[in-house]
């Protein structure tokens, strides 16, 4: 009887203990979906950038774009910047004040691809002629959610040494890829340091100007800013995008 006993109590504990396991790995499936329902949060992958005193295109070189990835160009030109190129990718912009392009001083443009064919190395800016800054960020979008610009905005400032950019609107999605960048053609080697929780994801700098795109991952909804400062007062413009996972 004793020994009947004692079997079906090692039996027991054996079943707990396999089942406890089971449950533990559900909980890594509970944290997946965290804010957005059931997916995981975006990721920054790489991020590069080059610049040209001359020409009309400049060639920035990355690791191997991964497929399905997103991927974001901005640029800075003493003439206007136009589309981007990389092999077989199409690639978005937007317009006014929930977009990216800004005028006021300098001519600045960004552009992005959200689900990208993946596989490229080379990713090329141009502009009519002149001064060319070219800076690209890749992020992962594990969700791949529908109308994946969730906000953006951008800014002007004619000179200071402290600046800020907000998204026109709140972002709707809890866990967005934030993209902020902050550029001058203003000479003198004065790069820009990013503040506000975003961390620099490319940056160029040189006597002819200068540039930095930094990156976060929200963590709620709302309104998106992103703050930055530079060691002598010059003009600069600041664009801000948020991406859905």
Not at 104 to 115: E, F, H, I, K, L
Not at 132 to 140: D, N, P, Q, S
Request: glycine share 16%; hydrophobic share 35%.
């Amino acid at each position: 009887m004793r020994i009947l006993t004692a079997i079906l109590l090692l039996s027991s504990f054996a079943l707990a203990q396999g089942g406890g396991g089971k449950a533990g790995f559900g909980g890594k499936a509970g944290f997946g979906g965290g804010a957005s329902g059931g997916g995981s949060n975006p990721a920054f992958v790489q991020g590069a950038a080059n610049h040209t005193s001359s020409g009309t295109t400049v060639a920035v070189t990355v690791s191997a774009i991964g497929a399905g990835d997103g991927v974001f160009v901005f640029c800075i030109g003493s003439s206007t910047c136009t589309v981007p190129t990389a092999t077989g990718e199409t690639f978005s912009t937007a317009t006014g004040t929930s977009g990216c392009q800004n005028f006021g001083g300098d001519n600045v443009q960004c552009w992005w691809t959200t689900s990208a064919v993946g596989g490229e190395t080379t990713v090329n800016c141009s502009a009519g002629s002149g001064d060319i800054r070219c800076l690209v960020v890749e992020f992962t979008r594990p969700q791949n959610l529908a109308t994946p610009k969730d906000a953006g905005g951008n800014s002007f400032n004619s000179g200071a040494t402290s600046y800020t950019v907000s998204t026109s609107a709140a972002i709707t999605n809890a866990n967005d890829f934030v993209i902020d960048c902050f550029a001058s053609n203003a000479l003198g080697n004065n790069q820009f340091t990013l503040t506000g929780g975003f961390t620099s994801a490319a940056s160029s700098v040189d006597a002819f100007g200068q540039a930095r795109c930094g990156y976060l991952v929200t963590s709620s909804t709302g309104t998106q800013t992103g703050t930055a400062t530079a060691s002598t007062s010059m003009r600069a413009t600041g664009v801000i995008v948020a991406f859905k996972p």
